[in-house]
């Protein structure tokens, strides 16, 4: 079967080269072309549900941000509320002042004293180990 339209003639070989190549489309397709385009689509999802995270996080950080400036700002209300009003001084008269003893120890009342708190010691230790 030949077919001549001009200079170019049509016959069975064109017909079958041009199965052929549908063939070969197809199956690039079919085997390389989609699975990558799923994986690509794959990718762009798992992608937008990253950016949305991150979004949502800045969003959460942002709020955080906010609540801490209004604790931070109602703390500092508060304790300007409560800032004790300083009261002038009152100069005490050495006379008017109470009077200081200063009593020293001798040695074997150091020693029994040491003693006595070692021994307290021990009981307590003794009782929280037991």
């Not at 794959?42 to 549900?49: H, M, Q, V």
């Not at 029994?112 to 307590?124: C, I, M, P, Q, V």
């Amino acid at each position: 079967m030949n077919i001549a339209v001009g200079t170019i003639a049509i016959n069975g070989t064109l017909l079958v080269q041009m199965l052929n190549f549908w063939i070969a489309y197809l199956m690039i397709r079919l085997l390389l072309l989609r699975p990558v385009y799923r994986l690509i689509l794959e990718r762009e999802k798992a992608t937008g549900k990253q950016y949305e995270e991150i979004r949502t996080a800045e969003s959460d950080v942002e709020h955080q941000q906010e609540n801490r400036r209004k604790l931070w700002h109602a703390c500092r209300e508060h304790f300007e509320k409560q800032r004790p009003t300083l009261e002038p001084m009152v100069h005490l008269r050495p006379e008017e002042m109470p009077q200081v003893s200063s009593h020293t120890i001798t040695e074997k009342e150091a020693v029994r004293l040491h003693k006595d708190t070692l021994g307290l010691l021990r009981k307590s230790v003794e009782m929280a180990d037991g």
